[in-house]
């Protein structure tokens, strides 16, 4: 991820559909794809449910935007957090845009953004409707960022179980026999990148394991090896399914 360490982002979080016990996890995700130049966090201060979230909006430097709720079950944050975004679009300053919300409201947003060649990447729950999360170049269900939430074993599916969820294993053959080469073997980075163009929301962490090597050494169905690559002192995984080999 360093190639992307002067990656501009803007950071919007819609803070009546996110929680604050996920903002250290939040940016520490967003620092992968880049830099957060700007943190902004929309909704109505006034209410006392959004409470939870003032000390740590203090703590890690996150603006809060005021949006009074000007007629009763109507939601005027998305608006306003809608109107911000088209604002910083316009200013040219900014790279990509991270969405935080579970609201689907924000689907056509992150596809005008990727129409104007910004890369979007969303964060929200597991709820989070199908069209938003594709909507999103890459879209990360916030449960793995709580504190302890990734490879943890009480939630770490197992190879049998892995196995059997037909939709996960024809994803990673589909997106290995991509990038494979003449012999079945494909560099692990391909494959990753091949996965996450066919599913913005894979991500190893929603079945307990941190990396993707882990999930497909778990899974029982590649072969994985390490190979020297060049001249130097880099290893880099390979993979191949194994009824390739066969």
Same mark, same amino acid.
């Given at each position: 991820?360093?190639?992307?360490?002067?990656?501009?982002?803007?950071?919007?979080?819609?803070?009546?559909?996110?929680?604050?016990?996920?903002?250290?996890?939040?940016?520490?995700?967003?620092?992968?794809?880049?830099?957060?130049?700007?943190?902004?966090?929309?909704?109505?201060?006034?209410?006392?449910?959004?409470?939870?979230?003032?000390?740590?909006?203090?703590?890690?430097? $996150?603006?809060?935007?005021?949006?009074?709720?000007?007629?009763?079950?109507?939601?005027?944050?998305?608006?306003?957090?809608?109107?911000?975004?088209?604002?910083?679009?316009?200013?040219?300053?900014?790279?990509?845009?991270?969405?935080?919300?579970?609201?689907?409201?924000?689907?056509? #947003?992150? @596809?005008?953004?990727?129409? @104007?060649?910004?890369?979007?990447?969303? !964060?929200?729950?597991?709820?989070?409707?199908?069209?938003?999360?594709?909507?999103?170049?890459?879209?990360?269900?916030?449960?793995?960022?709580?504190?302890?939430?990734? *490879?943890?074993?009480?939630?770490?599916?197992?190879?049998?179980?892995?196995?059997?969820?037909?939709?996960?294993?024809? #994803?990673?053959?589909?997106? #290995?026999?991509?990038?494979?080469?003449?012999?079945?073997?494909?560099?692990?980075?391909?494959? *990753?990148?091949?996965?996450?163009?066919?599913?913005?929301?894979?991500?190893?962490?929603?079945?307990?394991?941190?990396?993707?090597?882990?999930?497909?050494?778990?899974?029982?169905?590649?072969? $994985?090896?390490?190979?020297?690559?060049?001249?130097?002192?880099?290893?880099?995984? !390979?993979?191949?399914?194994?009824?390739?080999?066969?």
């Amino acid at each position: 991820m360093s190639d992307n360490a002067n990656l501009k982002l803007a950071v919007l979080i819609d803070a009546d559909n996110a929680q604050a016990s996920i903002v250290e996890g939040l940016l520490a995700e967003v620092a992968k794809y880049g830099t957060a130049h700007v943190k902004r966090i929309y909704g109505d201060w006034t209410l006392p449910n959004l409470g939870s979230w003032k000390d740590t909006l203090l703590r890690h430097s $996150i603006q809060p935007m005021q949006q009074f709720r000007y007629t009763k079950g109507k939601n005027a944050t998305d608006g306003a957090m809608m109107i911000d975004a088209m604002d910083l679009l316009y200013s040219r300053n900014f790279d990509g845009f991270c969405i935080v919300s579970s609201d689907s409201d924000f689907t056509r #947003l992150a @596809s005008r953004l990727r129409e @104007s060649g910004m890369t979007v990447y969303g !964060f929200g729950e597991q709820k989070t409707p199908e069209p938003f999360v594709a909507a999103c170049d890459k879209f990360v269900f916030t449960e793995v960022l709580r504190e302890g939430a990734a *490879g943890d074993s009480t939630t770490r599916k197992s190879g049998k179980d892995l196995q059997r969820d037909a939709k996960l294993v024809n #994803l990673l053959r589909a997106a #290995l026999d991509g990038a494979a080469d003449d012999t079945g073997w494909a560099g692990l980075g391909a494959v *990753g990148s091949a996965i996450a163009k066919r599913s913005p929301e894979f991500d190893s962490r929603n079945y307990g394991y941190a990396k993707l090597s882990g999930l497909l050494k778990a899974i029982q169905l590649f072969d $994985i090896e390490e190979r020297q690559v060049g001249r130097g002192p880099h290893k880099a995984l !390979f993979v191949r399914d194994q009824k390739s080999a066969a």
